[in-house]
């Protein structure tokens, strides 16, 4: 016994003075795969500043948020009944948050789609048939054999192309200058 502790004495005190010996030295460039230490030699990347949205997403995601709500207002009610307010088992919270959730899809649909628009996609999330991902707002392109929306289309982009012109038209009225 005597003889192992002279020999333990002696590689811990060759331990400790190849310790600070050892720490001298930079570590190797070499990390493991899960490190957490930040790169210190990159330099920090700006985020770039988002544009703000156009007033079409807006009206995008507050149609979406309102149909959401009013969807999950419905779809609370266990009962149909429940959510009735001329039914005698009504629950009283149960129908204002239906009608107030109603209300707030029913003024932000109208503020970019027809009222009859609006009025058939209330209908069908009150029977619960109504698909999340239908937008009343979004205005679809004619399909090919869809003559009549066709014309109607391009009778409103000549409207809309009709005061542009004005301006080109009086331009070209002026007589250019001679070489």
């Known amino acids: 016994m005597t003889r192992i502790l002279p020999k333990a004495l002696a590689i811990a005190l060759a331990g ?14 070499s990390k493991s795969f899960g490190s957490k230490e930040p790169d210190l030699t990159k330099k920090p990347t700006k985020k770039k500043a988002e544009p703000p949205p156009t007033e079409a997403q807006l009206q995008y995601r507050a149609i979406r948020i309102a149909k959401g709500a009013f969807m999950g207002a419905v779809g609370a009610c266990k009962r149909p009944e429940m959510c009735d307010p001329k039914s005698p088992s009504r629950d009283p919270e149960a129908v204002a948050l239906v009608e107030r959730t109603q209300r707030r899809f029913v003024d932000a649909c109208e503020a970019c789609a027809s009222v009859e628009v609006c009025e058939e996609e209330r209908a069908k999330i009150r029977a619960g048939t109504a698909s999340f991902n239908k937008n009343p707002c979004y205005k679809k392109e004619p399909a090919a054999g869809d003559k009549p929306a066709k014309e109607a289309k391009a009778a409103a982009d000549a409207k809309v192309a009709a005061p542009k012109a004005a301006p080109d038209a009086a331009k070209a009225s002026t007589p250019e200058k001679a070489k």
């Open 16 to 29: 400790a003075l190849a310790g600070p010996a050892l720490a001298a030295e930079p570590p190797a460039e």
